[in-house]
């Protein structure tokens, strides 16, 4: 077939009014199949109308065009549902500077319903997942092998966690800095250590064990929320992981710190559940 009086493109593509038009041709050759020959002899139009888009659309499509959610029904996934072999426990700093009564970290918890409240949910999440097999994660800090801050210069002329640690002597007593029960880790159990900064991923071992490990998910709780648990969050979710605050088993010093993260700060980087939901089987209600 030829066509006569229109400017001529290629073998079946020729313009009008403009406009790029696909004309129907017939099949070459005695009719044998060619490999990415329409079975119809047609070739589509590769620049569809609106209208016929929307007819190859699902469900899940048009609430995505609408801006809406698709629900777990209808992207055929099961929110609730975690690859455990695929996923991480963080517990970040359960240790005694912040859970001895007698520690200066201690005191600066002026909301201790929230301490109180949190410690118990980690215990309770700890058991479980210790009872399941769930890959648990302890990240604390030390500086009991660098007790003058040579890491941080000293913390002269330091501003910030660099200046403010040296001053206050906190991080490098043996005793301080170990594990609090039921915290203390056990065989199997990762530790990490090279860390030196505010979130737990800063120059430690813990993305290489997480990516060595193909972990993509990790859920996150300790102390405090407002400082290492954020700035841990906000790492992974740079990152690439799929990163979950455990709201009620990380704390703030007081409510209005923790309202503001839960409420300003957490969805640009991750998401949040509670303890209860997280023990349910990780349900997907978000704080």
């Given at each position: 077939?030829?066509y006569?009086?229109?400017p001529?493109?290629?073998?079946n593509m020729?313009?009008t ?9 017939a099949r070459?050759?005695?009719g ?6 329409p ?8 620049f569809p109308s ?15 065009l ?5 629900d ?11 690859d455990r ?5 963080i517990f ?11 520690s200066p970290?201690n ?5 201790r319903?929230?301490?109180?409240t949190a410690?118990?949910n980690a ?10 097999k ?11 092998n ?8 000293g913390?002269r002329?330091k501003?910030?966690?660099r200046g ?7 991080w490098?007593d ?14 199997g159990?990762?530790?990490?250590t090279?860390?030196?900064?505010a979130?737990?991923l800063?120059n430690?071992?813990l993305?290489?064990?997480?990516r ?5 998910r990790?859920?996150?709780?300790g102390f405090v929320?407002?400082v290492?648990?954020e700035?841990?969050?906000?790492h992974?979710?740079?990152l ?6 455990i ?12 309202d503001?993260?839960?409420?300003h700060?957490i969805h640009?980087?991750g ?10 089987e990780f349900?997907?209600?978000?704080c």
């Open positions: 077939m030829t006569r009086n229109v001529f493109i290629s073998r020729f313009v009014n403009r406009s790029v038009s696909y004309k129907p041709i070459p050759g005695n044998r199949a060619i490999p990415g020959w079975r119809n002899g047609a070739l589509r139009d590769p609106t209208a016929e888009k929307r007819k190859s659309m699902n469900k899940r499509d048009h609430l995505k609408a801006g809406g959610k698709a777990a029904s209808e992207t055929g996934a099961v929110e609730t549902t975690v072999s695929r996923s991480a426990i970040i700093e359960f240790q005694n500077e912040w859970l001895d009564p007698a970290l005191r600066l918890m002026e909301d319903t929230q301490i109180d410690v118990e215990a309770a999440i700890v058991a479980a997942a210790r009872q399941r769930f890959p648990i994660v302890h990240a604390g800090l030390s500086f009991v660098d007790p003058t801050y040579l890491l941080f210069g913390g002329g501003a910030g966690l403010a640690i040296p001053r206050a002597r906190r490098r043996p005793q301080r800095v170990a594990f609090h029960e039921p915290f203390v880790p056990r065989a159990e990762f530790v990490v090279g860390r030196s900064g979130s737990v800063t430690s071992n993305d290489a064990y997480l060595n490990n193909r972990i993509d990790i859920f996150l709780l929320l407002h290492c648990v700035s841990t969050l906000r992974a979710h740079d690439g992981y799929d990163a979950t605050v709201s009620d088993a990380a704390p703030a010093f007081t409510a209005e710190q923790r503001h993260v839960l409420t700060v640009h980087f998401k949040c559940v509670t303890t209860e939901q997280f023990l349910q349900g997907a209600t978000q």
